[in-house]
């Protein structure tokens, strides 16, 4: 089925204990489609300005992304993110912020889209969030992630999306930030309070935890791999695995959807380990495949 | 098969969130024979000053816990530990430690204990671990847990101490202090190059990875509970759950290990929703298979 992500588009230099990487091509919205073409068409919607370098149509060359709504937008500059990774590839230091287009009038979802069934809102502001969703006709399933500057300024906002999605995605400092509960099932108890029928909680190298409306918990390790070169990208890479999954299954139950959880820990436990795109674009399905059956023994007992 | 725990007895006074529990029984040999317990027999080495307060024939009562290596030993104090729990409850501060019977020569493995097939050292000097297993015949396993004192303190002991244990436990910052490898995977096979046959990472409500010399991984989740109202013990039942389990099987090849994980982490997270030992006192067998099946259906996929 049809799936549409809006995300940012970014110009990243990404320093890791393992090297600097340059003017890479980064942002939400291009790890989101790269990791769900493997599984579903993707329509991506995002914006970048006149300065940017990349060639999208090689990028995504033979893949099914669909780029209608990518806006090449003149007179704008496109956002740029620099980061450090601390040794122990956790903890990271923004080193400079430069929003450019992702500061101006969102780009408008163009009227093929309209019709997209599975809607993964990446992370902006959540009145941005709100006013995309309107431009679509009646999605299966619409998922948002967030962070803490929204829980913390535009709260109000956010509630307003919670009751307008079926799932959200956040970090456990996110979880605890916004409920004030540091248990992670109770956390995810109360934001399920507010609206979505599930709430899918990161824990980056320590897995993931899903919790549904029906009381139905999945807990997941992140696919244990020893080869972390620039974790840049994870989060994103890892819901497009598994809006991917989603989309193409055309269904969310919950097997459905922890079948989808371990897909997106796959495609992100291959993302990371290069920088930027570069491991992730010479990945074929089979590689995935055969993380995913992996993974799976590994939990076996 | 024969089971022998060495460890801490102690008078505890923890405060939680939840609640203040002044004096209560703990120690790393007592919440490890309790848990073990449900298993397999144990045999206790331990000692307690004159000063004790507890009936340690009640406390065991009914299980196959034999205390003729619990020295009650007069003219010494007992080991105190006060602590308090932030209110994540991951984060805790030592208010005091008295170590009292600790500091002095530690007590004997009584002749009828020698002929012990699987043995756990809980933390404590290296030097002593390597004394207590002196005095043992030919344990089939013997599985040690260490902290960062240790590490930064006395790393010859502790090298010396691994070329002669078949497992090691440990916390993720310990692995990461011993290895200077801030990847999990990593610092376990590092490990490994050091002696033991296994090494299991314990990352408390992030669960626990195992890796062996065969180079098999596996990765647990703590079974989730939103009750949790006082950690203390969880890793050394923890321990006692698995070497419990493994000590009944008489067996220690990675599925067996597989699954002494997962009735571990089960026992702990029974542990965990009150103080001291009062919640595992009135667990069932039944209780634990219960959250044993329930844990294996939160991981399918």
Request: proline share 4%.
């Amino acid at each position: 089925m049809s799936l549409l992500v809006t995300g940012s588009i970014g110009i990243d230099t990404v320093k890791t204990p393992f090297g600097t990487s340059e003017d890479c091509i980064g942002g939400s919205a291009i790890y989101f489609s790269l990791a769900a073409s493997f599984f579903s068409p993707v329509r991506l919607v995002g914006a970048a300005g006149e300065d940017c370098p990349f060639d999208f149509q090689q990028i995504f060359e033979g893949r099914p992304v669909d780029l209608e709504g990518l806006e090449l937008r003149s007179g704008s500059k496109t956002f740029r993110w620099h980061g450090t990774y601390a040794d122990n590839m956790n903890d990271r230091t923004t080193d400079l912020v430069e929003l450019n287009v992702l500061a101006e009038a969102p780009p408008a979802v163009p009227a093929s889209y309209r019709d997209s069934s599975y809607v993964f809102l990446a992370n902006t502001a959540p009145a941005l969030q709100l006013e995309l969703l309107n431009q679509l006709d009646a999605p299966k399933l619409v998922v948002a992630d967030t962070m803490d500057l929204w829980i913390n300024n535009e709260k109000k906002d956010l509630l307003e999306l919670l009751k307008n999605i079926g799932g959200l995605v956040l970090n456990d400092s996110e979880a605890l930030l916004l409920t004030g509960n540091s248990n992670m099932v109770g956390a995810a108890s109360e934001i399920l309070d507010l609206g979505p029928e599930f709430v899918l909680i990161k824990k980056g190298e320590h897995g993931a935890l899903l919790v549904t409306g029906k009381n139905e918990v999945f807990v997941l390790p992140a696919y244990p791999t020893e080869n972390v070169k620039d974790p840049t990208g994870a989060g994103d890479s890892f819901a497009g695995g598994m809006m991917g999954y989603l989309a193409g299954e055309n269904r969310h139950d919950f097997e459905t959807l922890k079948k989808s959880m371990a897909y997106g820990t796959v495609v992100a436990s291959l993302l990371i380990e290069d920088f930027s795109l570069n491991r992730l674009q010479i990945a074929g399905r089979s590689d995935i495949d055969r993380r995913y059956n992996e993974l799976q023994a590994m939990m076996q007992f």
